[in-house]
T-cell receptor, first 113, second 108 residues
């Protein structure tokens, strides 16, 4: 099984729908992140969390919310999806301390029509 | 605002050549700098990181950091077709920021 698991891997939805992307990890890492990737723009940080009670906004948090349900679970929600949220979303984890090396999930491709 | 700029590419080199990838960053307080490789349709994976000025070598890969110039580079020696991928530089302490990536193609 993958160390960082994202579900769903692919999702097509309509404008205005609520969408949740889920991430779970078996790495035992405290830190978890959500990024989105768009062609030509690289990875942009949406939210990150250093433990269950810690949530921090990243570069592009507007239109998104997150929930850290447990050390191993970090969910990203789009309350009312819009077409420009069509992107590839990555969850990542890293251990506390050290060089902050990220381990990524396989990605969730979201299309908003 | 932390920003990372990479040479946009695409970069094409012949097999066996040296590929040079460059990145500049805006945050003088950053301590660690990372290079990730991303194959098409896959997630990024770490190649190496560097936090001291100078060079750091790992096999065919060498990362170079110049904090005064806010510049980090990655050299790939003896490039192979399997090195064809997008290379992302990143920096940050708590909130890792990535460049847009440079697409490298190594031609046999």
């Amino acid at each position: 099984d993958a160390d960082v698991t994202q579900t769903p891997r692919n999702r097509i939805t309509k404008t205005g729908k609520r969408i949740m992307l889920e991430c779970s990890q078996t790495k035992g890492h405290d830190r978890m992140y959500w990024y989105r990737q768009d062609p030509g723009l690289g990875l942009r940080l949406i939210y990150y969390s250093f433990d269950v009670k810690d949530i921090n906004k990243g570069e592009i948090s507007d239109g998104y919310s997150v929930s850290r349900q447990a050390q191993a679970k970090f969910s990203l929600s789009l309350e009312s999806a819009i077409p420009n949220q069509t992107a590839l979303y990555f969850c990542a984890t890293s251990p506390e301390g050290g060089a902050n090396v990220l381990t990524f999930g396989a990605g969730s491709r979201l299309t908003v029509l | 605002q932390k920003e990372v700029e990479q040479n946009s590419g695409p970069l094409s080199v012949p097999e066996g050549a040296i590929a040079s990838l460059n990145c500049t960053y805006s945050d003088r307080g950053s301590q660690s700098f990372f290079w990730y490789r991303q194959y098409s349709g896959k997630s990024p994976e770490l190649i190496m990181f560097i936090y001291s000025n100078g060079d750091k070598e790992d096999g065919r890969f060498t990362a170079q950091l110049n904090k005064a110039s806010q510049y980090v580079s990655l050299l790939i020696r003896d490039s192979q077709p399997s090195d064809s991928a997008t290379y992302l530089c990143a920096f940050g302490r708590n909130d890792m920021r990535f460049g847009a990536g440079t697409r490298l193609t190594v031609k046999p």
